[in-house]
């Protein structure tokens, strides 16, 4: 007997919205069809004719869990993504103690496991620990990064030297590295000749265009001649500029034939598309992150390469820091911005405003970071039969005014305070409702652990992870 039939909704079928009912089994689809004429089901939802797409995967988020709890943790932050649409998340490694050997990963994944209401992999920090990639890889991190190129908060950053090493013990894992592409010796050029520059936009003038531009040509070339050349995906790509050099080296990968060694890809933040150095004015210091802000033609042609393929995914960078935080001068104010609740509300809206299609915004919100990030292997990131049913229910006439007050992140503000979103009347999680469209209703520590693919386990199938027995809440 199936577990849950979903009535009276809408799916995408070859880029149309037809309707469809929905039947899952073991928390899993088991079959969509016009209508399965079946009477006996554990549980009946009424979709009342929303559209239904499969929920966000989330790529790129910070929880600060363990260390900066004040700023989100792992059941603020996981419900904040519920409610947003998000049922899967990978968390950066910009912890305190940060997640770059067995102790931090240790720590972070207990706190995880107790805490969030949503599925999540954990991402290995790459440091000055090349020595313990191989352990943290066979702990079951996700991928490696993101690999700071640049200064950013956490202090993570490394040199051209070691990114090289680096990528080299990566490829050999065969594992995906994630960077953030930014210059740090142009950043510190830059730093030291605007030092009296108070410019409301001076932070995009500190970290240009060409600080991006730099970073990427220079992880390619590092990349290409790394004793083993890994995956690369580049974290939120904000230029023209790093997406050209991209797609050049994604074309030479595709001639050059079999393997993954030098595939690349990359994805994008929603701040990137949908704000830009005009929104300085109105945002202060709640509009510096890094990258920074880019010019709105460099936004537009953000969403044109996000339309046309060039950008693989959208991942929100969600970076909470308090508001009293950001009340400072801009050269001492944190670097980041929260997003995970307000991504896909951004992007399906963006739908109405007819600048993606339906099609796409699933594409690169779920479809492609499956795959990118390898958790299509764990059933993620599809609608089809036995993929794992994390749904995202929406009506799209309901487009409503994103405010801060409405949102489950402890970050007290978003820097997309009054512009449009199409919230989520409903998110499934495995089955299970954990958004019922008012609040989240899932229980606590109901998320489950994604692996990545280098887990090692015992002879009876069982992570070798050890944990820590000392207590570490907070
Ligand atoms: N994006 C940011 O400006 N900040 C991020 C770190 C990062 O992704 O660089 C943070 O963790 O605060
Ligand atoms: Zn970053
Ligand atoms: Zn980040």
């Keep these: ?68 709890t004040y700023k989100e943790d792992w059941y603020s932050g996981s419900c904040s993504a ?21 102790a931090g990963f240790s720590v972070k994944l207990k706190r995880a496991q107790k805490r969030s209401v949503i599925d999540f992999g954990i991402n290995g920090g790459v440091t000055n620990n090349i020595d313990k990639l191989k352990e943290i ?25 070691m990114l090289g090493d680096a990528l080299s013990e990566i490829g050999e894992m065969d594992a995906l590295a994630c960077i953030h592409a930014e210059d740090e010796a142009l950043r510190l050029i830059n730093e030291g000749i605007l030092k009296n520059d108070t410019g409301i936009d001076v932070h995009s003038r500190i970290r240009p265009n060409e600080c991006e531009e730099i970073a990427v040509h220079d992880c390619i070339r590092i990349n290409k001649e790394a004793a083993v050349s890994s995956r690369l995906h580049f974290c939120h790509t904000s230029t023209p500029e790093a997406v050209s050099l991209i797609a050049k080296a994604q074309k030479e990968f595709s001639s050059a034939g079999a393997g993954n060694a030098g595939k690349i890809t990359c994805e994008v933040a929603p701040h990137h598309l949908f704000l830009s150095t005009k929104d300085y004015a109105r945002l202060g210091t709640l509009g510096k992150m890094n990258p920074p802000l880019r010019s709105s033609d460099d936004a537009a042609y953000m969403i044109r390469a996000l339309n046309s393929g060039l950008i693989n995914a959208v991942a929100s960078d969600h970076a909470p820091h308090m508001q009293y935080e950001k009340d400072v001068p801009m050269r001492s104010a944190p670097s980041g911005v929260p997003g995970v609740e307000t991504l896909m509300p951004l992007m399906l809206a963006s739908v109405r405003k007819n600048m993606l299609s339906l099609e796409r915004v699933v594409q690169v919100t779920s479809f492609n970071p499956a795959r990118i990030f390898g958790l299509d292997r764990l059933g993620k990131g599809s609608m089809d039969e036995g993929y794992d049913a994390d749904l995202l229910f929406f009506d799209p006439k309901n487009v409503v005014p994103i405010q801060s007050k409405n949102l489950h992140t402890r970050c007290d503000w978003t820097p997309y305070e009054g512009m449009d979103g199409i919230f989520p009347s409903m998110t499934l999680s495995r089955g299970d409702v954990i958004w019922d469209g008012y609040q989240v209703v899932a229980k606590k520590g109901r998320g489950q652990f994604l692996p990545g693919a280098g887990l090692q386990t015992d002879e009876d199938g069982k992570p070798i992870t050890v944990f820590d027995d000392d207590d570490d809440e907070e």
């Design 137 to 161: 890889w066979r702990l079951g991190i996700s991928v490696f990064g993101e690999i700071f190129m640049a200064e950013s908060t956490g202090g993570l950053n490394i040199s051209n030297n």
């Design 82 to 102: 519920a409610a947003g649409g998000i049922t899967t998340v990978l968390e950066h490694p910009n912890t305190i103690p940060p997640v770059i050997d067995k």
């Design 1 to 68: 007997m199936p577990d849950v039939l979903i009535q009276n909704a809408r799916v995408l079928d070859g880029g149309q919205l037809v309707p469809a009912e929905i039947l899952i089994e073991d928390g899993k689809i088991k079959g969509i069809a016009k209508e399965f004429r079946i009477s006996s089901y554990d549980e009946l939802i009424n979709a009342k004719n929303a559209v239904v797409i499969p929920a966000g995967i989330d790529g790129h988020v910070h929880f600060r869990d363990p260390g900066l």
